[in-house]
């Protein structure tokens, strides 16, 4: 009785105990990995995220450019995203989102816009992250396009690249980005700043003005007007308050 009774507790041990992957396993996983199709002759938009990244400063953006790849006659956008990890990331909304590259370890395809919207820690603990801030300063080297969206821009400010160019961020955060990046020329009462290659913006449900901007100064107005209207957005640029210096 007692071999049965050893023999069962041994059972559930084991059954417990937590799995290790082996390198063989790993292997396997990355063969399974699928990454997303990125056609040629099109701008390479990656979008920089990470756990407590704000739900609408992600999909604004990233609904107006992956929907350019319906639109005839133009250099559409592949859209991706990259992040510190491989493993789900969680939104401060508690979305789930799986990157599709991890700029730690992986090749990165080379990043013609980079999008970085913002997340619950880009005032205080993200700006120490020294491995993100270093990957937002390469991809600037080559990048034709730096944009973010509400605290985004802080990103944007510690790697240093908004020091020669005015910048919006999130309306209540405006006062806290003066205060930390006194540097900087900082805009208010605008929704986005185009200066040079950087584009910031107020964030929030108005990502989508700053994303429809940038589209419509590749595409031109038609085709800005038509991304609008698929997602029912009235736009019209003379309306949204922005600044673009002369």
Request: glycine letters at 4%; charged letters at 20%.
């Amino acid at each position: 009785m007692k071999i049965i009774t050893y023999i069962c507790l041994l059972f559930i041990f084991l059954s417990c105990k937590p799995q290790i992957e082996t390198p063989k396993q790993v292997s396997q996983k990355q063969k399974e990995r699928v990454l997303p199709q990125l056609e040629p002759n099109r701008y390479n938009v990656a979008f920089l995220i990470m756990d407590g990244t704000f739900n609408t400063e992600f999909t604004a953006p990233f609904d107006i450019f992956q929907h350019t790849k319906y639109r005839k006659n133009i250099k559409a956008m592949n859209t991706f995203t990259v992040a510190n990890t491989l493993e789900p990331i969680t939104t401060f909304e508690g979305v789930r989102i799986l990157p599709d590259f991890d700029y730690t370890k992986d090749s990165i395809p080379q990043i013609d816009i980079l999008v970085v919207p913002s997340a619950e820690h880009h005032l205080d603990t993200d700006l120490k992250d020294s491995v993100m801030v270093n990957f937002v300063k390469k991809v600037d080297k080559t990048a034709l396009y730096m944009t973010s969206h509400c605290d985004g821009a802080f990103v944007l400010a510690k790697a240093g690249l908004l020091n020669e160019v005015a910048s919006t961020t999130f309306p209540s955060d405006i006062e806290t980005y003066k205060k930390m990046f006194p540097q900087l020329h900082v805009k208010d009462s605008v929704l986005f700043v185009h200066d040079g290659k950087y584009i910031t913006s107020a964030g929030g449900a108005k990502s989508f003005e700053a994303a429809l901007y940038l589209c419509e100064f590749l595409y031109g107005k038609e085709i800005a007007r038509s991304l609008a209207s698929g997602l029912v957005i009235d736009w019209n640029l003379e309306e949204v308050p922005h600044f673009i210096p002369d």
